[in-house]
């Protein structure tokens, strides 16, 4: 791993990078720094693939960070050393290789999380098929015994029945249609710094940067491994960290409609806020991903 900014800078030369100031922040309760590069909004996606292809010789993962707070580079990163010594970057990356991603979900849930047993609401979810794939084309048959299901078995099960009558790309098109791509990327309008961490894994972005659906060491050692499940998954790595967004480049968007499912309902218990905001069901929003290749999560208060 690179050690000093001068040695970043040289790695960065013949890039979109070169020629840039590099800065450096030092990380608390630990000998490392956190290098960065400020940008424009206009070049975020360019300047982040250009810093991802040259990891290997860097040794750090880039990430596109804010300080909402105006007070720089500085204001970007967590601070937990200063008020719990014990707290370190380091011991956070600890707690999250131990962790499984399941742990991420009940540890949402447990503090007040979409709830997984709640009765569905069949009428509402029913229009809202039709509202979307067509009030003529989309009249599900639904079962008496489904009347008593909970939301996340009638969720899958109308996805499914979706699936069946309209195939998935139909399905996905119209999905998109009705809810104008809820995708596109968020482009802060503070400074951008591009952060070089101390750790060549997208997935331990959260011992440096705080997410808001996720908080505290906790927190952010679960998302951790929720993170690093995605990624070896599904190729989802790690592009901006917005304290109430995340924004990742998928290589492998999921091909089965279960796992596409699963996966979406562990982005509205993560960051309900897409979902919520924009009323897209957890079913649309997995028809959406299973041939998306960037995704989009925000939790905001």
């Known amino acids: 791993m690179l050690t000093t900014a001068e040695s970043l800078e040289s790695a960065l030369r013949g890039g979109a990078l070169e020629g840039r100031p590099v800065l450096s922040v030092p990380v608390d309760g630990s000998?490392?720094?956190?290098?960065?590069?400020?940008?424009?909004?206009?070049?975020?996606?360019?300047?982040?693939?250009?810093?991802?292809?040259?990891?290997v010789s860097t040794g750090r993962w880039p990430v596109l960070a804010t300080d909402w707070g105006g007070r720089g580079v500085d204001g970007v990163l967590l601070r937990w050393h200063r008020r719990r010594p014990e707290i370190t970057p380091d011991s956070v990356r600890a707690d999250g290789s131990r962790q499984a991603s399941a742990a991420a979900i009940s540890w949402k849930l447990s503090r007040g999380g979409a709830s997984i047993e709640r009765a569905a609401n069949v009428d509402y979810q029913v229009r809202k098929t039709q509202e979307v794939l067509g009030w003529e084309e989309a009249?599900?048959?639904?079962?008496?015994?489904?009347?008593?299901?909970?939301?996340?078995?009638?969720?899958?099960?109308?996805?499914?029945?979706?699936?069946?009558?309209?195939?998935?790309?139909?399905?996905?098109?119209?999905?998109?249609?009705?809810?104008?791509?809820?995708?596109?990327?968020?482009?802060?309008?503070?400074?951008?710094?591009?952060?070089?961490?101390?750790?060549?894994?997208?997935y331990e972005t959260p011992a440096y940067l705080s997410f808001f659906g996720m908080e505290g060491p906790a927190g952010s050692a679960r998302l951790i491994a929720l993170l690093r499940d995605w990624e070896r998954q599904f190729g989802a790595e790690l592009v901006a960290h917005w304290g109430t967004m995340l924004q990742f480049v998928v290589a492998r968007p999921p091909a089965d409609p279960d796992e596409?499912?699963?996966?979406?309902?562990?982005?509205?218990?993560?960051?309900?806020s897409l979902l919520a905001q924009s009323g897209i069901e957890v079913r649309h929003l997995a028809a959406m991903l299973m041939r998306e290749k960037q995704w989009f999560l925000h939790e905001r208060p």
């Not at 029945?161 to 009705?178: D, I, K, T, Y």
């Not at 596409?260 to 309900?272: F, G, N």
Request: glycine content about 2%; aromatic content about 16%.
């Open 31 to 55: 000998d490392d720094a956190v290098f960065a590069v400020e940008c424009q909004g206009s070049e975020l996606l360019a300047v982040w693939t250009d810093a991802r292809s040259r990891v």
């Open 260 to 272: 596409a499912w699963d996966i979406a309902w562990q982005h509205d218990v993560i960051a309900s």
């Open 139 to 202: 009249s599900p048959d639904v079962p008496d015994w489904m009347k008593r299901a909970s939301w996340t078995f009638f969720d899958h099960w109308l996805f499914r029945w979706e699936l069946e009558e309209f195939g998935q790309s139909e399905l996905a098109r119209r999905v998109e249609q009705a809810h104008h791509r809820p995708f596109e990327w968020f482009t802060p309008p503070k400074a951008i710094f591009l952060l070089f961490l101390p750790t060549a894994n997208g």
